[in-house]
């Protein structure tokens, strides 16, 4: 029986695996042919592997037979050069030593056997995102890189911690050893440097995963073949995150790629002669960050980078996007792609989350298409980030130093966008404390000993603001437990995320993996510190004190922060509150001083605002407010 032929001028971009075979579609406009070799024609170019132009600059073909693992790749004669390329949207490589380059694998994503267990993404305003790189979050022994099935073993650990979104920094395969992820290359294939491949390993791995979704009373994979493939391994770290109720964001480039782009790549694609940067088919002779900037200019350009994200839903259930320098984008002539771009995936995926980075900060970016914005939902904010560590770095000057509070407290209270939970906030990310940067906060809380009381005091001042403010909180890997180590992704003692103290070499670390995790949780059970509501009570430079209110509009759930700076605790410190009567002390960072702290400056459980109108509020009290600490305070 005669397979019958499909359609090809609907086919889909790349190659697909189909009823019956596999179909190859490429765009490649100025080319003269195009051919696909594999180990099924044995890499051969004739007639009968030959694309036919189907229009638009695109050649497509169907071969019968063919089926998920088959290797392949795009054979080009063009104007200036011919050979092979490789697939722009393989959905996975395969690395061959005796090929320079790398061929590419069919994969039918449709065969991986995810486990259907009702997840869905958190409310945006809910979000907590804790941000980490797969090379270097998690190294098993015997390896020098970490992989997605590293990711995987610490996946009840972050459970623990109570975040309930990852951000992976980019994962699209790049040209270098090591990397950040900024130079992708392959933007359709996961980085094989993050995959296991060796049998014995792989089944290690297996038991390993499989355990892990056991605990969580799911079913295991069945084999290990389920895991086979850098594409796999991916797909189970989001599986097993989804089994654990944590979502998982891609950090997205598309604002350059490349900085090393080989011969098979996407650079030159229909092999026009090298030479004028403008005539690499995908970008201009602009550049940026070592790499080559988008053509955003061209629809097959703007369409690529769309088809790119929307993939990332449809074969890997992603729960929403960070999108890198967006204000790039923007400089380049990129604005309408980011507008088509994030309409798309609204119309695919409205609960997933549509985050920018653009500097310096624009509403324009979170402002709807249809009044001329980009569409995003969220974006980066400095504000919080840039303040606090002012301030911090202030107080380390000595106790009578003056420390600009107000700069703090403009930064808790900013309205500069539509909503406050659309600013993405942080203390630490992966540009700021990159080996050679700014210090991490335990580092800057004193320079000296990042150990002391000091250090540890000051850390649980800047984390407590930063999880009781507006926004998206974001939590870099490490800062959960004080880690004082700048990072690099090039792995070496003196970056890596020093794991071993919380095996019990450092105390200090498990007290404060401890106070990050009840935080998270007082954030997660006072709807008011996810709500919009949020007005500054009192603020004073001298006394290093801050006094917020936070509410969900319409609904009340009052709390009141009360932080400080100050080298020793201050006592019947009277503070403005929104109502009279018992106010619960719901949270003390003292106590978290090595836990439990014996001599905790606390509040007895709770005050009574049965004091007169202060700070502009209708009732007040005298609090008790821990050194470089803070208490929060919820209607009993």
């Given at each position: 029986m005669t397979t019958p032929q499909p359609d090809l001028r609907n086919a889909p971009v790349g190659g697909t695996v189909v009823s019956g075979g596999a179909i190859f579609?490429?765009?490649?406009?100025?080319?003269?042919?195009?051919?696909?070799?594999?180990?099924?024609?044995?890499?051969?170019?004739?007639?009968?592997?030959?694309?036919?132009?189907?229009?638009?600059?695109?050649w497509a073909g169907f071969f019968p037979d063919l089926k998920d693992g088959d290797e392949y790749l795009f054979y080009v004669d063009g104007p200036g050069?011919?050979?092979?390329?490789?697939?722009?949207?393989?959905?996975?490589l395969s690395f061959i030593p005796e090929f320079p380059g790398s061929h590419c694998v069919?994969?039918?994503?449709?065969?991986?056997?995810?486990?259907?267990?009702?997840?869905?993404?958190?409310?945006?305003?809910?979000?907590?995102?804790y941000q980490f790189h797969v090379g270097t979050y998690l190294i098993a022994a015997g390896r020098d890189e970490g992989s997605f099935l590293d990711v995987v073993g610490r996946v009840p650990y972050l459970a623990a911690l109570g975040v309930n979104a990852i951000e992976a920094l980019p994962v699209q395969e790049f040209e270098t050893k090591y990397s950040l992820g900024y130079n992708g290359s392959d933007y359709f294939s996961p980085e094989n440097l993050y995959s296991i491949s060796d049998e014995t390993e792989l089944q290690k791995y297996f038991d390993t995963v499989n355990a892990i979704l056991r605990k969580a009373g799911q079913p295991a994979y069945a084999g290990r073949d389920v895991l086979r493939g850098a594409d796999n391994q991916l797909r189970a770290m989001i599986d097993v995150c989804h089994v654990y109720g944590i979502a998982v964001i891609f950090d997205l480039v598309y604002n350059h790629a490349g900085g090393g782009f080989d011969e098979y790549s996407m650079w030159f694609l229909d092999r026009m002669p090298y030479g004028n940067a403008n005539d690499s088919l995908y970008f201009t002779d602009q550049g940026w960050a070592g790499g080559e900037i988008f053509a955003y200019w061209n629809n097959d350009v703007k369409q690529f980078l769309i088809d790119n994200a929307v993939s990332c839903y449809e074969e890997y259930r992603l729960d929403g996007f960070r999108f890198d320098e967006v204000s790039v984008m923007d400089r380049f002539g990129g604005w309408q792609t980011c507008q088509y771009m994030a309409d798309t995936l609204h119309a695919r995926k409205p609960e997933a989350i549509q985050v920018a980075e653009y500097w310096p900060v624009n509403p324009a970016v979170v402002r709807a298409t249809s009044e001329g914005g980009a569409g995003f939902d969220a974006t980066w904010h400095d504000g919080l980030r840039i303040s606090i560590r002012a301030a911090i770095g202030q107080a380390v000057?000595?106790?009578?130093?003056?420390?600009d509070m107000d700069a703090v407290a403009r930064a808790v209270a900013d309205t500069g966008l539509p909503n406050r939970w659309r600013a993405v906030t942080c203390l630490e990310n992966h540009d700021i404390v990159y080996a050679g940067r700014d210090m991490r906060i335990a580092r800057l809380a004193d320079g000296i000993n990042s150990r002391s009381w000091y250090a540890r005091s000051r850390s649980r001042f800047g984390m407590g603001l930063l999880l009781t403010s507006p926004g998206i909180p974001l939590i870099f890997m490490g800062q959960e437990f004080l880690e004082d180590k700048q990072w690099s992704d090039t792995p070496g003692p003196s970056t890596l995320i020093g794991w071993q103290g919380l095996d019990g070499a450092d105390r200090t670390m498990s007290d404060f993996l401890r106070f990050t995790a009840e935080l998270i949780s007082l954030r997660k059970s006072q709807p008011a510190l996810c709500g919009e509501g949020c007005s500054i009570i009192h603020v004073h430079n001298q006394n290093r004190v801050l006094a917020y209110q936070r509410w969900v509009e319409g609904a009340g759930n009052d709390v009141v922060v009360v932080a400080s700076l100050s080298e020793f605790n201050r006592y019947n410190y009277r503070v403005g509150f929104p109502s009279g009567g018992r106010w619960s002390e719901v949270f003390?960072?003292?106590?978290?001083?090595?836990?439990?702290?014996?001599?905790?400056?606390?509040?007895?459980?709770?005050?009574?605002?049965?004091?007169?109108?202060?700070?502009?509020?209708?009732a007040s009290a005298s609090v008790t407010i821990p050194a470089n600490g803070f208490v929060v305070f919820a209607r009993s």
């Open positions: 579609r490429i765009w490649a406009p100025r080319a003269k042919e195009v051919y696909v070799s594999g180990d099924f024609n044995g890499w051969k170019q004739d007639q009968s592997c030959l694309l036919n132009p189907i229009g638009g600059g695109h050069t011919n050979g092979y390329k490789r697939d722009p949207r393989a959905r996975v069919l994969r039918d994503a449709s065969r991986f056997p995810w486990h259907e267990t009702g997840f869905r993404t958190p409310a945006f305003n809910e979000m907590i995102i000057t000595g106790a009578s130093a003056p420390v003390n960072s003292d106590v978290f001083d090595n836990r439990e702290n014996p001599t905790v400056a606390g509040n007895g459980g709770g005050v009574d605002a049965s004091g007169p109108p202060l700070h502009g509020l209708q």
